[in-house]
């Protein structure tokens, strides 16, 4: 090192060896730039600029050993072969060349490393060729020691120094690189001359062929001002290459920014770039992004590994927040040339609106929309589950619900409180079930329970009352009042099958229906022919007005003092073509529950109606009317339609209510009697003393008849307390002015009994019994009555 050090501060002129430094340095800068501006290029073009950068870093290192060489003073004659001094120029181009080259090899991470080596080469090929051209009045000896240790110094800064320019595109990185070739020419041109020793020989005389110094001084200067030059020039390439990469960019900002999408560019897993959409998608601020890896905002390492394996191919993966929180996106990765070097863009999408709309819609491939209970096919699915799972000693217990009454509240009060009163009994009843116990809906006002691990049937008892008594509840408006009836079957006991299991329970439910309502029965086998046979009834009621099978008979009602015949009550009738005449009492129940009534209430009025229009006397029709039509919102315009239809006078034509139709809507049902009222219509109160009769009802609605119920009637005679009752309705009636009518009457001692108690009216048995409206056609037409005695009673008439 010593002899290193003298051979430079005494044997050179430090001016030429600081401004061989200076060439040098400038001679490196431009090689490093101009190399990486090769790398930027591509074809015919990456293959100029190598060249360019290969003569410049050629001449940087031939100029700087001259120059190093005229600074050398050795104090004897010198001169330079000039063959040997071009041969070291083309050594140093070739080879600086090929190492270039070689670091620019694509996908091959250890080219710059084998390149620099090159390069260093170069440089000890240039100098010993430099070295051997030096022609001096003496004899030259070297050092192989130093020898070998220019040229390993020189190869392995050298090797360094390309890695070093090429890693990055911040300034350090180009100064380091140009720094370290600088230190690899210089280091190895300095310890190689360190290694010279001149003896003088004044025998020795130099070539006449040989170039002069003061020549060799003008050709390093070209070589310098040449190098100068292509320094300039790469630095205006780089401020050049610096500002389009700038506007580049800005420019695939603000497009990227544009997007909706998140959007990040990477070299490697270093993000490079993002967009302000992926910065708020993650809650950190683009300065706190970029630098960063990927695993900072994709923990997953599988997903990562996977993106970056595989270009335009879509991957799920989570993505971290600042708070630490993930939301589940879409990754794909596309190949990008980003600032002049080939980087990777990964389009970020936020699939949590997908995600959400994948589980609404598998919620809604499984549940109930309207209640969000689950819906059949996932019932079914569960019992399935349970039954496939039920061990040894144990049972489960289902129980279908179906509500009572309900298509009575869609009627009168509109589908949006039947709605209301489907999602009131959904909550009250998933309060109280158990963890493992399920609640769905099947349809319409149709659930089912499910009830696992089930001890006995007493446990599905305790949850069948606890179900009715939580729908019971003083804080209901008559719209949302509802109870329901339980059927429950029990597997493996009832059913080992869904199927079975579900039908049996459904058997079960209309047991619990006939039976009162607002009740659980459980399941027996010799349900299954009852409910069969209610379905049947219920089916063929559905059909019976197409088919011709209803018919109305007609029942004569008498003024009872004077035994005039007032009007007429219209009865319905059915008779099955294979289970001859069917009781009202069966069928009218199921029309009501079905809502059958509407249709067939309908055509009850429209053939009364017709019929009594025919009539030569103005006699009257009275009409059984239900809750269920009562309530319905078009009642009052069908009424007047009907009216309108057949030209029969309003004031004809009597309804008959019941009280129970009376309390279910008290305000709702007054103003639509009023309605009925204003049309001329006359109202009676059937069935009075059964249901539930107060004064209050008497006074509030604007009856225009009272009915005593024909039970009352058979016990006047028998039972002092039933002729108390009818006493003190009769006297009810003439307080408020209504006429009273008895039904049932069918004893001469029930009519004397009603006769001295001043009864206005009578209907029954006795008087004539229900049959065709033509057995009473002497009554209904005005020439046939007067042959018939016309004033006189119906049996004086009849026997007349």
């Known amino acids: 090192m010593f002899r290193i050090y003298n051979c430079v501060a005494y044997a050179h002129d430090l001016r030429l060896v600081g401004l061989a430094a200076l060439v040098c340095v400038l001679a490196s800068f431009a090689a490093i730039n101009l190399l990486r501006h090769a790398r930027k290029s591509h074809g015919q073009m990456r293959g100029l600029w190598l060249a360019v950068s290969a003569i410049s870093t050629g001449f940087g290192i031939w100029a700087t050993h001259f120059i190093a060489m ?120 300095f310890t190689a001359m360190a290694a010279v020793s001149i003896i003088p020989d004044p025998t020795m005389e130099i070539s006449p062929s040989a170039l002069p110094a003061g020549w060799l001084a003008v050709g390093v200067a070209i070589a310098s001002f040449g190098i100068i030059g292509l320094a300039l020039a790469g630095v205006v390439l780089d401020i050049r290459d610096h500002r389009r990469s700038e506007r580049e960019v800005d420019r695939m900002r603000d497009l990227a920014n544009a997007s909706v999408e998140g959007l990040l560019v990477c070299d490697g897993e270093v993000i490079v770039s993002v967009n302000t959409s992926f910065a708020r998608l993650t809650g950190l601020s683009s300065a706190n992004l970029v630098g960063a890896r990927l695993e900072s905002c994709f923990p997953d390492q599988v997903a990562r590994t996977e993106l970056l394996s595989r270009s335009n191919q879509t991957v799920e993966t989570e993505l971290r927040h600042l708070d630490g929180s993930t939301t589940p996106v879409e990754l ?177 439910l209309y047991r619990a229906k006939t039976e009162g309502r607002n009740t659980y029965r459980f399941f027996e086998a010799r349900m299954g022919a009852e409910v069969r046979e209610r379905r049947t009834l219920e089916h063929d009621l559905r059909h019976a007005i197409a088919r011709d099978e209803l018919r109305l008979v007609y029942q004569p009602q008498q003024e009872i003092q004077s035994g005039k015949i007032i009007g007429f009550e219209a009865l319905l009738r059915w008779k099955h073509p294979t289970r001859g005449e069917i009781s009202p009492a069966v069928f009218i129940p199921i029309a009501e529950e079905t809502g059958a009534i509407l249709q067939i209430g309908d055509w009850v009025l429209k053939t009364a109606c017709r019929e009594a229009a025919t009539w030569t006397q103005p006699l009257k029709i009275a009409v059984n009317v239900s809750a269920v039509q009562l309530h319905n919102a078009k009642f009052v315009q069908e009424l007047h339609q009907i009216l309108l239809e057949f030209g029969l006078p309003p004031r004809r034509l009597e309804i008959e209510i019941t009280e129970t139709a009376l309390v279910r809507d008290f305000n709702r049902t007054l103003g639509m009697l009023r309605q009925i009222k204003a049309l001329g219509i006359c109202i009676a109160m059937d069935d009075f003393g059964t249901g539930y009769s107060s004064l209050s009802t008497l006074r509030a609605f604007p009856f225009d008849r009272i009915k005593i119920d024909g039970s009352f009637i058979k016990s006047v005679n028998s039972n002092g307390q039933a002729a108390t009752i009818v006493r003190a309705v009769l006297g009810l009636g003439r307080g408020l002015g209504l006429p009273v009518l008895a039904e049932g009457v069918e004893t001469d001692a029930e009519l004397q009994f009603l006769h001295d108690e001043l009864c206005d009216e009578v209907q029954g048995y006795l008087l004539g019994r229900p049959a065709a409206i033509g057995s009473f056609r002497n009554l209904t037409h005005a020439d046939l009555a007067s042959d018939a005695g016309g004033g006189l009673p119906l049996r004086a008439a009849q026997s007349a």
């Open 332 to 508: 794909i990765l596309r190949p990008i040339v980003f600032a002049g070097r080939p980087h990777q863009v990964v389009a970020v999408r936020d699939l949590q609106a997908r995600k959400n709309a994948e589980q609404h819609i598998y919620f809604l491939a499984h549940h109930d929309a309207l209640t969000s209970l689950p819906n059949r096919s996932h019932f079914n699915a569960r019992i399935d589950q349970e039954i496939a799972a039920l061990s040894p000693g144990r049972s489960l217990a289902v129980l279908c619900l179906d509500l009572d009454r309900f298509k009575e509240i869609n009627d009168l009060f509109g589908h949006s409180a039947g709605d209301q009163v489907l999602q009131t009994v959904a909550s009250r009843i998933t309060a109280v079930l158990g963890e493992r116990q399920m609640m769905a809906r099947l349809g319409g006002d149709e659930f089912a329970i499910l009830m696992p691990d089930v001890a006995n049937p007493a446990a599905a008892s305790r949850l069948a009352e606890t179900i009715l008594e939580a729908l019971r509840t003083s804080d209901d408006t008559p719209e949302t009042h509802v109870s329901t009836s339980i059927g429950i079957a029990l597997c493996p006991e009832d059913a080992t099958d869904r199927q079975v299991l579900l039908t049996h329970a459904d058997t079960a």
């Open 70 to 189: 005229l600074a050398f003073t050795p104090g004897i004659p010198s001169g330079y072969n000039i063959v040997l001094t071009i041969l070291s120029l083309v050594a140093a181009i070739l080879l600086t060349g090929a190492g270039l080259a070689v670091s620019l090899i694509p996908n091959w991470r250890h080219g710059p490393w084998i390149g620099g080596a090159i390069v260093a080469r170069g440089i000890a090929a240039m100098h010993y060729t430099g070295m051997a051209a030096f022609e001096v009045a003496g004899i030259i000896l070297w050092n192989p020691v130093l020898v070998a240790a220019s040229i390993v110094l020189g190869a392995a800064i050298g090797a360094v120094a390309l890695p070093v320019g090429l890693h990055g595109n911040n300034e350090k990185w180009k100064i380091g690189g140009a720094v370290l070739l600088t230190l690899a020419i210089c280091s190895h041109h």
